[in-house]
Every structure is written in structure tokens, then in C-alpha cells.
């Protein structure tokens, strides 16, 4: 039995480095199903911003790499021991990438997302089929379809945001980049009672979608000052909380000058490697006494995440649906950022 899987150009014997980039389809056997694993007929994977990277090498990866990890679908088959969580032949299902251990020291110290035993072998969402291990299966709602199950994995994300920043009631917040990190986290910080709630874009259309989705400001940072319209909408009092979503160096250092005093900053999105941004370390850790703080995977997310997926409101991110087929259309279509997500049908379930 043959699965398809996105790739770099080339065979997964004879790889062709000078297609590096480009995305394609390749035929590979199904992993073998383990005692613990669960084989997922794959319904939607929807493309990530790490996607294109990680087909560019961005990672370290070789060629040819597997691609996709927002996957959902339906079960097809279960191994003998994998009977933990009650699912079924037939359940509509969606997950977590990345298998964690369970064992090392990080998964034993609540550091869950530095997990030095486990792998990301299920990282092939892009696929007809995937085999994950159990612990990484979660049971869809009723009421939420394969579509929109496909979201779980970025929702997870906006979970792990909020938990790393704690908000408050009342919170002022800012996010800066709408994708589809930055509209979920807008989303979540809304249901926490976020005021000021403000989403920093430079793309007319995703600041429209903010709006919304609750926001109650919108800042267009090639139009105006990003400093002046943080300080005017706050009474110059700044945000309580300052996240950025966005990945690009000329927003991430916005930040600190719109941040409160004892504001709390997640930078949340994946940088360029080579970039490190200055930091006035007395005006910002010792007289604002500020915190920093980054975001690397979705540790102990997934749980609520699913239970949120009803209370979110996931129709604009699944508009945009290309087949398996045609792969690099898809991909053009995300890099030209006029949808706000691009979701892949692998196979026919709706």
C-alpha cells in the first residue's frame, strides 16, 4: 500500500539537491503500525508558515523531507495495545506531530516541548495516511468537521500563548502579525477578557478579519507609527501584554516601546537564525521591569485546545482547499498571502 507525501523534489533514494525548494509528490509505503499506534486516513492537512522553510532547508533537514503536520482525518486501523484513550475504527480524529517521550528528564519536569527521547516521525500530514503513536490522537467533537479539525494544531499554539503569558482579566493586549497564529491568539486572549484588544498588520484584509474576530483596534505599521497609535490607544500607559506572531525583524523590536510598565513580551513566531536583536537591558529589565518570554511547541495544549475548538470561530481559515494533486498550487497560493490559511484534501471523508 502507497501513501503520497509533499517533498522536496527528488526520490527518497536519489535525491536531486538542485531542486532544493520545490515541492512535489512522492509515493512511500505506509509506516508499519506498532502496538501503540493508531493508522489515520488523512482527510485535510492545511499548510503551515514553517512549510515553505522547512522545504527550503531552513532546519537542517535533507532531501527530500516530508512535509505537513495540521492534519486531521479518520481512523482506519489500531494497534493491538493502543487502548488508552477509547478510540475506534472510524473516529474522526486530529493530533500532535511530535511524539513525546513520556520519560525524560523534560517530560518528567513539565518541559514537555524539550522532550529529548521522543521523535516527529508522524511529521508526513501531507500524506494519504499516517501512523502516530496514540498519545498523539485526539477524538474530534461532534459538532467540528474534519476541516475544521485541522486547525487543532495552530489553535494549540494560541493555547500555549496564552499560557506562557498568563493574562488577566482586563489585560491590555496587543498581537502583532494576523496569520493565522496571530487570529487564533487574538481569539483565545479575547475569551480571557483582553481590552484594548489591538492587532498590528500591515495586510488590509487580515486587519479586517481582526476586527472580526473581536479586536478592537488595528494598527497598519507601513502607515502610521506603530509607537504613537500603541501609546494613543493605551493613554500612554502601554500594553500589558505585547505579542508577536509576525517572525519579522522590523516589527519585533516595536515591543518593549509598547509595552507597560511590568508588561509581560512573548515573542512567539520563528525568526531568521542569523538575526539577534538589540536590547536596552536597563531601560527594559531593571526600570519597566519587564518579561520576555518565547514559545517553542504546544506542551499539555492539546486537551483544551480540542475543547475550545467549538467556541472558535474557524470559518475563514478553511475557505482555501487545493487536492493533494496539486500540491504547488497550494504552496503559491500561501505564499502569495491573500488567504488567510491553505488547507490540502488528501483524501475524500467530508
Not at 495516511?129 to 496514540?134: D, G, I, L, N, Q
Not at 500603541?230 to 501584554?241: C, P
Not at 475543547?307 to 504547488?328: K, W
Amino acid at each position: 500500500m502507497i501513501a503520497a507525501a509533499v517533498t522536496k523534489i527528488g526520490s527518497l533514494t536519489d535525491p536531486d539537491e538542485s531542486k532544493r525548494g520545490e515541492v512535489g509528490l512522492i509515493d512511500y509505503p505506509i509506516p508499519e503500525l506498532g502496538d501503540y499506534d493508531v493508522q489515520i486516513k488523512v482527510a485535510y492537512c492545511a499548510i503551515c508558515g514553517s512549510d515553505p522553510h522547512t522545504a527550503e532547508g531552513a532546519f537542517g533537514t535533507d532531501v527530500p523531507i516530508t512535509l505537513g503536520h495540521e492534519t486531521s482525518g479518520v481512523i482506519t486501523a489500531l494497534g493491538k495495545k493502543a487502548l488508552v484513550k477509547g478510540l475506534s475504527v472510524g473516529d474522526r480524529v486530529a493530533g500532535n506531530f511530535v511524539h513525546f517521550c513520556g520519560t525524560c528528564y523534560y517530560c518528567q519536569n513539565d518541559q514537555q516541548n524539550f522532550c529529548s527521547g521522543g521523535d516527529r516521525k508522524a511529521n508526513t500530514g501531507m500524506s494519504e495516511y499516517v501512523v502516530w503513536h496514540e498519545s498523539q490522537v485526539y477524538k474530534l467533537p461532534e459538532g467540528v468537521s474534519l476541516r475544521e479539525g485541522c486547525i487543532l494544531e495552530p489553535l494549540s499554539v494560541a493555547v500555549h500563548a496564552a499560557d506562557k503569558i498568563a493574562p488577566k482579566v482586563g489585560n491590555r493586549v496587543v498581537i502583532f502579525g494576523g496569520g493565522p497564529i496571530g487570529q487564533l491568539t487574538l481569539q483565545v486572549l479575547n475569551l480571557y477578557g483582553a481590552t484594548s484588544l489591538t492587532l498590528v498588520e500591515p495586510n488590509a484584509l487580515r486587519r479586517e478579519q481582526a476586527l472580526k474576530f473581536g479586536a478592537k483596534h488595528v494598527i497598519d505599521p507601513i502607515g502610521s507609527n506603530v509607537v504613537d497609535e500603541a501609546l494613543r490607544i493605551t493613554n500612554g500607559l502601554g500594553f500589558d501584554i505585547a505579542v508577536d506572531v509576525s517572525g519579522a525583524p522590523s516589527a519585533v523590536v516595536n515591543l518593549p516601546q509598547v509595552t507597560s510598565n511590568g508588561g509581560r513580551i512573548l515573542y512567539g513566531a520563528m525568526y531568521p537564525t542569523d538575526y539577534e536583536m538589540p536590547i536596552n537591558l536597563f531601560k527594559y529589565f531593571y526600570r519597566k521591569e519587564m518579561s520576555f518570554s518565547g514559545l517553542f511547541l504546544s506542551p499539555y495544549t492539546f486537551p483544551r485546545a480540542v475543547q475550545l475548538l467549538e467556541r472558535i470561530e474557524l470559518a475563514p481559515f478553511i475557505e482555501t482547499v487545493f487536492p493533494l494533486d496539486r500540491i504547488t498550487e497550494a504552496f503559491d497560493a500561501h505564499l502569495g498571502g491573500k488567504q488567510l490559511k491553505v488547507l490540502i484534501r488528501c483524501n475524500d471523508l467530508d
